[in-house]
């Protein structure tokens, strides 16, 4: 695998290096990979060190780590304490702390002194409630600055985050927060996506009456005052909550492995899982991603297009704990035209733009030519994540949207709320390659039998414990829907369910979930192996490809979306053939190709691979509300009828 290199570094004044010089020169550290293998082997002096310089407010005492046959009962920072909102709040002064943006082209702004006014306002609510440590706070917000107040006020005080975004459906929130059992539930008035006003609290009677814990409900307006709706459930509105004199400003540090947030599985089959992470564990990974390998600094601007309900967002939170200011957008990332992201990006002079790799890819697509309308001379780094990003986007960034950028593809997930992969800004950028391993994470590439590989497909593993890693799942006294979701495949080796490939350059290509792989006479493919390769013609938009099983067999099949201006017809059809054999091999062509006019999708961009397989099998499937577009799923179900008659 020869991939182009698109950027090397002019400039080795960074976190990174001034990490490496912060370690005792006795290391003699002379490349990334030696610090890497440092970072593994030393898992109590590395992680000391990135607590020392990150400068985590806290009380560090003890073991730093505390080693155990079992992966997940080995404990870091069993001793020290913390607290996650100080850590946030650090910083004083009137400079901006958060700075949001709506599709509608509406900027607000509140300054770190407002931030803090504003959470310890809101905590002290909380207490009056009758709040205390542990308990959940569950919330159906939008990406706005109120959604942050809420969530630091809820960790100032040791109570357990959780939340959705509020395109959510009535089951997806029900079937998350009934089982952590809420006792506030915060919602917003309204909120627009895609130029369309949605009502939010239609519902929340539902919910109040399947999640009976919930005893307080606030209302945030979205824009200046709440607006009229029914009004048939109790409720605190949020201004009463901030016109208050009262404050609870007292920082208690907390035990290091105390709750944080709780996340959830993806949802495509089955109820949810609740993942349960703490609150040192997430502070100390998301401050050693941003400031060394995503080179974050005081006074930064960080902005990441994302939804209350991705990953994304916590990791983008913890950014203020760098003195960061973070930029938050709510809203359709298409809305009110494709390049707007870029032109907040432009506007605010962002240094860290992080965004899902299909947005890039729907850019490139379009054709659009970012840097024909804006210089983003303060850009230094571009992330993306959410799903692999192809060659052809790597490249299209770099002719088309800014030459002299740090294009850092990071892999990770809900599942360690940070990356196991990601950038590094003293090496080389290589088209389609993720850089690095992150430091104290050890990563690897295992075939079947449980050993490790270079330059063939494999399972993306973890071979020891990280500070990030879950604390447990709710309702999961005995572990074992942990255990059954990491450590099935290989013994107390954490398997990620991606598929990977480890490079000559020493970085790593996503090849798309290994759970929702593809099977072709024996062979097992990567869905973004294809994907790479059809989205690559002009005529195709996207693509989704499953796996269906016949009798005794099984086949690929393919869906596309083609342009506006393309036609789906079998000149269409062979030349998508005879690209897919000649790039790929005989044995990714698809059995069969159909035209769609939409792929299914999370709000965060994510295709449900494993739903569309699920329909197209016959096999049940649920948490539809999930999806961002379910109404697109009467096409598929009926090829499902089409298929199964056919093979009857």
Not at 151 to 172: E, M, Y
Not at 429 to 451: H, K, P, R, T, W
Request: hydrophobic share 35%; proline share 4%; with cysteine.
């Amino acid at each position: 695998m020869h991939n182009l290199k698109l950027w090397s570094p002019t400039n080795l004044q960074n976190n990174l290096e001034k990490f490496i010089n912060s370690i005792d020169k006795k290391l003699n550290i002379q490349s990334y990979e030696e610090l890497h293998k440092w970072s593994i082997e030393n898992k109590d002096d590395f992680w000391n060190e990135i607590w020392n310089f990150t400068n985590i407010i806290g009380s560090k005492k003890g073991n730093i780590f505390k080693s155990n046959k079992n992966f997940i009962k080995a404990k870091f920072f069993e001793d020290s304490n913390l607290n996650y909102t100080e850590n946030c709040l650090s910083k004083n002064g009137e400079s901006d702390a958060i700075v949001s943006y709506s599709e509608n082209k509406t900027k607000k702004v509140l300054s770190w002194n407002k931030l803090r006014e504003n959470v310890f306002k809101v905590s002290y609510f909380f207490k009056t409630k009758n709040i205390t440590e542990g308990d959940r706070i569950a919330a159906i917000l939008p990406n706005f600055a109120e959604t942050v107040v809420s969530f630091l006020a809820t960790a100032q005080i040791g109570a357990i985050w959780s939340s959705c975004s509020p395109d959510f459906g009535k089951q997806a929130i029900i079937d998350r927060f009934k089982q952590i059992n809420p006792k506030i539930l915060i919602v917003t008035d309204y909120y627009f996506y895609n130029k369309k006003k949605i009502d939010t609290t239609l519902l929340i009677p539902s919910i109040l009456k399947n999640i009976p814990s919930i005893k307080n409900v606030i209302v945030i307006p979205y824009e200046n005052k709440l607006a009229n709706f029914e009004n048939n459930f109790l409720y605190t509105e949020w201004d009463e909550i901030l016109e208050s004199k009262y404050f609870f400003k007292e920082f208690v540090k907390y035990p290091f492995n105390h709750p944080l947030y709780i996340l959830y599985s993806s949802g495509t089959t089955g109820i949810p899982k609740c993942i349960v992470h703490g609150a040192g564990g997430s502070l100390i990974q998301h401050k050693k991603e941003h400031q060394i390998h995503c080179d974050i600094s005081k006074d930064d601007k960080v902005f990441y297009f994302t939804t209350c309900g991705w990953m994304m967002w916590n990791w983008l939170i913890s950014a203020l704990a760098s003195n960061a200011t973070i930029v938050l957008y709510d809203g359709s990332p298409f809305a009110p035209e494709k390049k707007y992201l870029f032109e907040i990006a432009e506007i605010e002079k962002i240094n860290f733009f992080g965004t899902g790799a299909k947005y890039l890819d729907t850019l490139k697509n379009y054709q659009i030519k970012i840097n024909s309308y804006f210089k983003l001379k303060n850009l230094r780094v571009l992330a993306s994540t959410g799903s692999p990003l192809i060659n052809e986007t790597f490249e299209y960034v770099y002719d088309f949207i800014k030459k002299d950028v740090h294009l850092a593809s990071i892999s990770g997930g809900t599942d360690i709320v940070s990356c196991f992969v990601l950038g590094n800004p003293s090496s080389s950028v290589f088209s389609g390659e993720i850089q690095c391993a992150g430091l104290g994470m050890d990563v690897d590439v295992f075939n079947d039998n449980g050993e490790s590989i270079n330059l063939l497909k494999g399972e993306l593993v973890c071979k020891s414990p990280f500070p990030s890693k879950p604390l447990y799942f709710w309702n999961d006294d005995n572990f074992t829907k942990y255990k059954n979701s990491y450590f099935l495949k290989y013994p107390n080796i954490w398997c990620h369910g991606d598929y990977c490939i480890k490079t000559e350059n020493k970085g790593f290509v996503i090849l798309g979930r290994s759970d929702a792989t593809l099977n072709s006479g024996g062979v097992r493919i990567g869905t973004a192996e294809i994907y790479r390769v059809i989205e690559n013609l002009e005529e195709i938009s996207e693509g989704l490809a499953i796996e269906y099983n016949k009798k005794n067999d099984s086949e690929v099949i393919l869906f596309v979306v083609t342009h506006e201006k393309a036609k789906f017809d079998n000149v269409l059809k062979n030349k998508l053939i005879n690209k897919i054999r000649n790039d790929l091999s005989p044995k990714h062509v698809p059995a069969k190709i159909f035209p769609v006019t939409e792929i299914p999708k999370t709000r965060s961009g994510k295709i449900v691979e494993i739903l569309v397989k699920n329909l197209i099998n016959g096999e049940e499937i649920s948490n539809l509300d999930i999806l961002l577009n379910p109404d697109c799923l009467k096409e598929y179900e009926e090829i499902y009828i089409k298929l199964k008659k056919n093979n009857a």
